[in-house]
């Protein structure tokens, strides 16, 4: 494991525990231990005024091409994995995307094989969920926002009015930072993302809710009704846990995706763990 607990120094206060941000730290009986979901971030050390908490043999895998490879040959996916990591400004090599655009048209390029990295600025996107997705919206006008209601507000639409639009933005937290944009590109292409997401089916979900429910006994829950970026991109960066969504209507076509696809999001330091424990699950019997 990335980190060990002293169970001679422990004083089982559960500090630990709580304070977990990859719910990596597990109770047993009156001990703690820590699980194959540690990410190495080393957070548990800073709570814990015992000093019991130290390294431990191995650290946790962090390359993305290892893990990007790990996941396609163990749920068999058929599609590449879409990187998503906000940064200020794009980072070297990486270019600008002029748009105009759409986030969930990226997503599609990456998941059929376009791989090269791109930094998403508000600017570039003709989508409003970028407002709710940490980098903002695109300025205009307010007879471009009033011409834009009739594609998506009414009957026969997404949304049978304006305020019930906005009223589904209050299901999710909310950044507290507005990034300057979003890198997207195939999982093999971007070190250290934040998150990533791809499309499965049925039985691959239940692999991988299997696998992060095997030692934190947590659910991995899901969110439809929305955009497929907002139900997915402010959990999983904020909250740090996977999601799951069926996405909407625009997502879907804009990614292809099949009938029998659900789109999953995991935080990137989840990762690691997930791979391992899928090893560990009723499925590696397969």
């Known amino acids: 494991m990335p980190f060990m607990i002293n169970q001679e120094l422990c004083a089982k206060c559960g500090g630990c525990f709580v304070k977990c941000p990859n719910r990596a730290i597990v109770q047993r009986g009156e001990r703690y231990r820590v699980t194959e979901m540690c990410c190495d971030c080393g957070a548990c050390t800073d709570f814990c005024s015992m000093r019991a908490i130290g390294k431990g043999k191995q650290r946790?895998?962090?390359?993305?091409?290892?893990?990007?490879?790990?996941?396609?040959?163990?749920?068999?996916?058929?599609?590449?994995?879409?990187?998503?990591?906000?940064a200020d400004k794009?980072?070297?090599?990486?270019?600008?995307?002029?748009?105009?655009?759409?986030?969930?048209?990226?997503?599609?390029?990456?998941?059929?094989?376009?791989?090269?990295?791109?930094?998403?600025?508000?600017?570039?996107?003709?989508?409003?969920?970028?407002?709710?997705?940490?980098i903002?919206?695109?300025?205009?006008?307010?007879?471009?926002?009033?011409?834009?209601?009739?594609?998506?507000?009414?009957?026969?639409?997404?949304?049978?009015?304006?305020?019930?639009?906005?009223k589904a933005g209050?299901?999710?937290?909310?950044?507290?930072?507005?990034?300057?944009?979003?890198?997207?590109?195939?999982?093999e292409h971007v070190d250290r993302p934040d998150m990533i997401l791809f499309p499965v089916n049925g039985h691959q979900m239940c692999m991988l809710s299997t696998a992060y429910a095997f030692d934190t006994g947590e659910m991995i829950m899901g969110n439809s009704g929305t955009a497929a970026c907002l139900a997915m991109t402010p959990i999983t960066l904020l909250n740090n846990k996977p999601v799951f969504t069926c996405g909407d209507h625009g997502a879907r076509t804009n990614m292809r995706l099949k009938d029998e696809e659900i789109l999953v999001s995991i935080p990137f330091r989840m990762v690691s763990g997930l791979v391992k424990n899928m090893d560990r699950t009723i499925f590696a019997q397969e």
């Open 60 to 86: 946790a895998v962090s390359d993305n091409r290892i893990l990007g490879k790990a996941l396609k040959d163990k749920l068999h996916l058929d599609r590449h994995i879409v990187a998503m990591r906000f």
């Open 136 to 166: 903002g919206a695109r300025k205009s006008t307010k007879e471009q926002r009033a011409e834009s209601f009739p594609v998506f507000i009414g009957e026969g639409k997404v949304y049978s009015s304006e305020e019930v639009l906005n």
């Open 90 to 134: 794009p980072l070297k090599g990486v270019q600008v995307e002029e748009g105009p655009t759409f986030w969930c048209s990226m997503c599609g390029d990456v998941l059929e094989g376009n791989a090269d990295p791109l930094f998403l600025t508000a600017d570039a996107c003709i989508c409003g969920g970028t407002a709710l997705m940490g």
């Open 170 to 187: 209050r299901h999710f937290p909310f950044f507290n930072k507005k990034y300057g944009g979003v890198i997207i590109g195939s999982f």
